[in-house]
C-alpha cells in the first residue's frame, strides 16, 4: 500500500521560503514520477513541479523560484520554495505516478496522493 505524508506547510511573508516534504512508502522498485500540486479554493490542483529519477521540470509560475528534489534512500520528496509570493498560497499536495516517466501533468495522470499541507504566503 503505498502512502504519501506531506509537511512543513506554513505562513510565511512575501519573499520568504519555505520547504515541503512528502514521506512516501510502499513503492517497490525505481521510485517513480513524483510532483507537488497547488490547489486553491474553486480552481482544479495545478502541477508546479515534478520529477522522473532526479529530473526536474517547473510549471511556468515555479521556474527559477522553487525546487523539487528528492532523497530516494530517506523515501523523501522535497519542494523548496523561495521569493513566495501571495499567489503561491494553496493547499500543496504531493503525488505519484505508476511509472518511472513523467508522462502528463494532470491530476488524472498521477494515482497517490497525499493530504495536503497549506501554504499562505500574506504580510
Known amino acids: 500500500q503505498v502512502v504519501l505524508v506531506e509537511s512543513g506547510g506554513d505562513t510565511v511573508q512575501p519573499g520568504g521560503s519555505l520547504k515541503l516534504s512528502c514521506a512516501h512508502s510502499?513503492?517497490?522498485?525505481?521510485?517513480?514520477?513524483m510532483a507537488w500540486f497547488r490547489q486553491v479554493p474553486g480552481k482544479e490542483r495545478e502541477g508546479v513541479a515534478r520529477?522522473?529519477?532526479?529530473?526536474?521540470t517547473y510549471s511556468t509560475s515555479a521556474k527559477g523560484r522553487f525546487t523539487i528534489s528528492r532523497d530516494n534512500a530517506a523515501n523523501t520528496l522535497f519542494l523548496q520554495m523561495d521569493s513566495l509570493k501571495p499567489e503561491d498560497t494553496g493547499v500543496y499536495y504531493c503525488?505519484?505516478?505508476?511509472?518511472?516517466?513523467?508522462?502528463?501533468?494532470?491530476?488524472?495522470?498521477?494515482?497517490?496522493w497525499g493530504q495536503g499541507t497549506q501554504v499562505t504566503v500574506s504580510s
Open positions: 510502499g513503492f517497490v522498485g525505481p521510485r517513480p514520477c
Open positions: 520529477i522522473a529519477g532526479n529530473t526536474p
Open positions: 503525488a505519484a505516478m505508476d511509472g518511472f516517466y513523467c508522462n502528463g501533468w494532470g491530476p488524472s495522470d498521477f494515482l497517490y
